[in-house]
């Protein structure tokens, strides 16, 4: 088993690329971020406060087939109790929210081994910025590609800010596949920027 602490996980831009297909496709509409949000924020914590309660009884070498079937059971039953208030937005998102345990394992949040409570923690603090980096991506994209803003309701979703910013074909792109991993691609590039300015001249200090 292996013993992690929050603080020795690697942080920069590249930790998102195994989010990529959660990223870009619940983005589309800022409903389907909210939900999906709410889907990570549910199976990082119970799954890990469900490992971290079990590790004793855990054995080593099938703890990996273990920590899967946690997750996705925590994942499906997400699934059953939203569809009882949102049924048709449930169906839409299935996919997603079945990317979830996936996302969940390819994190190191699956890897603590902590206390119940502490093991919750690390993972709502793993899951906080891929929330956040779905939701930011949906403002833009849904604003900007279909000029409103939806939220989740029992009947599916319900608009709360209309506008004509969708007027252009160009800007419309934002709201396809294609235009979601292109939006992806300059957050990454932007990311990597910010975390080295100069890096010619950190690779001629490092010749030296």
Do not use: K, N
């Not at 902590?114 to 993972?123: K, M, N, Q």
């Amino acid at each position: 088993m292996m013993d992690r602490t929050p603080g020795s996980t690697a942080r920069g831009p590249y930790r998102f690329l195994a989010y990529a297909g959660l990223v870009v496709g619940a983005s589309s509409r800022l409903a389907h971020a909210v939900a999906v949000s709410i889907a990570l924020f549910t199976v990082f914590t119970l799954s890990s406060f469900i490992l971290g309660a079990s590790a004793p009884l855990l054995p080593r070498r099938g703890r990996r087939f273990v920590t899967v079937f946690i997750a996705s059971f925590t994942a499906s039953c997400f699934q059953l109790l939203f569809s009882l208030y949102s049924p048709a937005l449930a169906l839409d998102l299935s996919f997603f929210i079945g990317l979830v345990p996936v996302t969940f394992m390819a994190s190191s949040a699956s890897e603590y081994a902590l206390s119940p409570g502490t093991a919750a923690l690390a993972s709502l603090r793993e899951a906080l910025p891929v929330a956040g980096l779905i939701s930011a991506f949906a403002l833009v994209r849904e604003s900007f590609g279909y000029g409103c803003l939806t939220f989740p309701a029992r009947s599916g979703a319900f608009v709360i800010l209309g506008s004509d910013a969708s007027s252009s074909l160009a800007i419309r792109v934002l709201v396809s596949a294609a235009g979601g991993f292109m939006l992806f691609g300059y957050v990454l590039a932007g990311l990597r920027r910010l975390r080295s300015p100069f890096p010619d001249s950190a690779e001629q200090a490092r010749v030296e």
